[in-house]
């Protein structure tokens, strides 16, 4: 009997034209910066720039990376309950890049979230492959990619849905892919907590590792 885990081969959601030796893992987590980073956008693209050559590779990664750089409102309200544990896999490329969906799906929700350090454009899309169930969330988009998208609607794998946006339309960040999995969405409609607090398990378990979405040879997670 064949694994139904067969069924999940995703296309990377940044295309083909990227092979994946041009991938390079970034650490930045709050160890690994050492506060070098103060801000969303110059410092913080210092030393992304540094990690991939001024372009020479792709920087990705950040799954349950504990960091130091949420020092928004809303990430700060409570001081034994900081939101600092990052939840989806960052994927960081000039604005106006394309995104690809990685299995056929529905458009679940979108929204402009418009506070400082939030999402900015953001898309949600449901899939169902044979006993799966699951959802995958896109921010830091450009308000172009959700002005002509409706909830419902049909995104084949592989298709270009939408495209990374500036920093003007991105909730002020260095231009990136937020790329989240979420089993359960619940009531949320376009948005869901992509950075939350460590005491906050069961929204950690609800969002398994998507980096399969992004390489081909990275094994499938097991808690899907």
């Known amino acids: 009997m064949s694994d139904p885990r067969d069924l999940l081969q995703p296309f990377p959601v940044m295309g083909t034209s990227i092979p994946p030796e041009r991938y390079r893992k970034l650490d930045l987590s709050a160890e690994a910066t050492g506060g070098f980073i103060c801000d969303p956008y110059y410092s913080m693209g210092e030393w992304i720039r540094k990690v991939d050559?001024?372009?020479?590779?792709?920087?990705?990664?950040?799954?349950?990376?504990?960091?130091?750089?949420?020092?928004?409102?809303?990430?700060?309200?409570?001081?034994?309950?900081?939101?600092?544990?990052?939840?989806?896999?960052?994927?960081?490329?000039?604005?106006?890049?394309?995104?690809?969906?990685?299995?056929?799906?529905?458009?679940?929700?979108?929204?402009?979230?418009?506070?400082?350090?939030?999402?900015?454009?953001?898309?949600?899309?449901?899939?169902?492959?044979?006993?799966?169930?699951?959802?995958?969330?896109?921010?830091?988009?450009?308000?172009?990619?959700?002005?002509?998208?409706?909830?419902?609607?049909?995104?084949?794998?592989?298709?270009?849905f939408c495209q990374l946006g500036g920093k003007e339309e991105n909730g002020g960040w260095y231009p990136h892919l937020h790329l989240q999995l979420i089993k359960d969405i619940g009531r949320f409609s376009g948005d869901y907590p992509g950075v939350v607090a460590e005491q906050n398990g069961n929204i950690i378990s609800n969002c398994p590792d998507p980096s399969f979405m992004v390489l081909p040879d990275i094994e499938l997670p097991t808690d899907l």
């Open 53 to 160: 050559e001024d372009g020479r590779y792709c920087a990705y990664g950040g799954y349950l990376e504990k960091r130091g750089f949420y020092t928004a409102g809303q990430y700060v309200k409570n001081p034994s309950n900081v939101r600092n544990i990052h939840l989806g896999v960052d994927i960081w490329l000039p604005a106006g890049i394309p995104v690809y969906a990685p299995f056929d799906g529905l458009v679940h929700s979108y929204a402009f979230n418009d506070k400082p350090l939030d999402y900015g454009g953001t898309i949600i899309l449901e899939h169902r492959e044979g006993p799966f169930h699951f959802y995958s969330l896109y921010g830091h988009l450009s308000k172009a990619s959700i002005k002509n998208i409706e909830v419902g609607q049909c995104i084949t794998r592989g298709s270009e």
